[in-house]
């Protein structure tokens, strides 16, 4: 099992910032991969960017060039850096761990969720 636990969110004026964290605790082994979503009232949960075990990362074309996933492996977090923020990313984000061994998920775990709310 995985536990995630974010936190980080908040109100901020656009064109702000915010850094969301997920703490991660539990077995990684298999855990290829990290992700961020996000759900706002009346849309689907959507994918906002990924970093797999390999670093590689990937991002929504919704939010490119102003957000930044990383993990920091000795902590055992991952963060979203949300730079330029717009009325649009208002929504709650979810960090999710992917746990996948030759190709089989083993594992889909989520976090409980925090509040970004971006407002004047």
């Known amino acids: 099992q995985v536990q995630l636990v974010e936190s980080g969110g908040g109100l901020v004026q656009p064109g702000g910032s915010l850094r969301l964290s997920c703490a991660a605790s539990?077995?990684?082994?298999?855990?290829?991969?990290f992700n961020w979503y996000r759900q706002s009232p009346g849309k689907q949960r959507e994918l906002v960017a990924t970093?797999?075990?390999?670093?590689?990362?990937k991002y929504a074309d919704s939010v490119k060039e102003r957000f930044t996933i990383s993990r920091d492996a000795a902590k055992n977090t991952v963060y979203l850096q949300m730079n330029s923020l717009k009325p649009d990313d208002t929504a709650v984000y979810y960090c999710?761990?992917?746990?996948?061994?030759?190709?089989?998920?083993?594992?889909?775990?989520w976090g409980q969720g925090t509040q970004v709310t971006v407002s004047s």
């Open positions: 970093r797999t075990s390999f670093g590689t990362t």
């Open positions: 999710n761990a992917r746990r996948e061994s030759m190709g089989v998920m083993l594992g889909d775990y």
């Open positions: 539990g077995s990684m082994v298999n855990i290829n991969a």
